[in-house]
């Protein structure tokens, strides 16, 4: 049953930050195209702040 109500939940919620660059990390073609991607990650491509601060 908690599986059930936490499986709803989840399709409820936006994925965190870290879905989201696990997902962008997945879709590369290619070792290179990895490192680029991992790059635009520490550069803070997913995790700009609102309003500057």
């Known amino acids: 049953m908690l599986n059930r109500v936490k499986s709803f939940l989840n399709t409820l ?3 965190t930050v870290e879905d989201r660059e696990r997902a962008y990390l997945n879709e ?3 070792r ?3 490192e680029r991607r991992e790059r635009m990650i520490e550069q803070g491509m997913f995790r700009h702040r609102a309003f500057g601060m």
Request: proline residues 22%; negative net charge; without cysteine.
């Open 13 to 15: 919620l936006p994925p």
């Open 28 to 30: 590369s073609v290619s």
């Open 32 to 34: 290179t195209d990895l």
